[in-house]
Protein backbone atom coordinates (compact mmCIF):
# COMPACT_ATOMS: atom_id res chain seq x y z
CA UNK A 1 0.00 0.00 0.00
CA UNK A 2 2.58 2.31 0.78
CA UNK A 3 5.03 1.66 -2.35
CA UNK A 4 4.55 2.06 -5.54
CA UNK A 5 5.51 1.10 -8.98
CA UNK A 6 6.94 3.20 -11.71
CA UNK A 7 5.00 1.73 -14.66
CA UNK A 8 4.25 2.91 -19.00
CA UNK A 9 1.23 2.22 -20.05
CA UNK A 10 -0.53 3.15 -22.98
CA UNK A 11 -3.49 1.98 -25.15
CA UNK A 12 -1.87 -0.20 -27.94
CA UNK A 13 -3.28 2.23 -30.70
CA UNK A 14 -2.06 5.29 -29.20
CA UNK A 15 1.18 3.86 -28.78
CA UNK A 16 1.34 2.71 -32.59
CA UNK A 17 0.13 5.99 -33.93
CA UNK A 18 2.79 7.82 -31.82
CA UNK A 19 5.75 5.94 -32.27
CA UNK A 20 5.18 5.58 -36.46
CA UNK A 21 5.03 9.82 -36.63
CA UNK A 22 8.02 11.43 -36.90
CA UNK A 23 6.62 15.42 -36.53
CA UNK A 24 4.97 15.46 -32.98
CA UNK A 25 2.06 16.96 -33.95
CA UNK A 26 -0.65 13.62 -33.35
CA UNK A 27 1.36 13.16 -29.70
CA UNK A 28 0.45 16.45 -28.90
CA UNK A 29 -2.76 16.14 -30.25
CA UNK A 30 -3.09 12.92 -28.18
CA UNK A 31 -1.46 15.13 -25.03
CA UNK A 32 -4.27 17.83 -25.55
CA UNK A 33 -7.13 15.32 -25.33
CA UNK A 34 -5.58 13.24 -21.97
CA UNK A 35 -5.74 16.97 -20.57
CA UNK A 36 -9.37 17.76 -21.85
CA UNK A 37 -10.56 14.37 -20.42
CA UNK A 38 -8.75 15.06 -16.89
CA UNK A 39 -9.91 18.46 -16.65
CA UNK A 40 -13.72 17.71 -17.46
CA UNK A 41 -14.68 15.61 -14.57
CA UNK A 42 -12.86 18.19 -12.04
CA UNK A 43 -14.74 21.21 -14.11
CA UNK A 44 -18.24 19.53 -13.49
CA UNK A 45 -17.74 18.66 -10.25
CA UNK A 46 -16.72 22.28 -9.02
CA UNK A 47 -19.77 24.29 -10.67
CA UNK A 48 -22.28 21.18 -9.14
CA UNK A 49 -20.74 22.04 -5.75
CA UNK A 50 -20.81 25.88 -7.06
CA UNK A 51 -24.28 25.50 -7.41
CA UNK A 52 -25.25 23.45 -3.95
CA UNK A 53 -23.22 26.23 -1.94
CA UNK A 54 -25.08 29.24 -4.34
CA UNK A 55 -28.62 27.33 -3.06
CA UNK A 56 -27.46 26.36 0.52
CA UNK A 57 -26.49 30.27 0.72
CA UNK A 58 -29.82 31.33 -0.78
CA UNK A 59 -32.05 29.27 2.10
CA UNK A 60 -30.00 30.40 4.91
CA UNK A 61 -30.56 34.00 3.80
Excluded at 27 to 39: K, T
Excluded at 40 to 52: A, K, N, R, S
Amino acid sequence: MFYSFNSSAQCAMCRAVLETEEGGVKAEAVNDGIVYLMAFPYILVGVIFYIIYKSRKKAKA
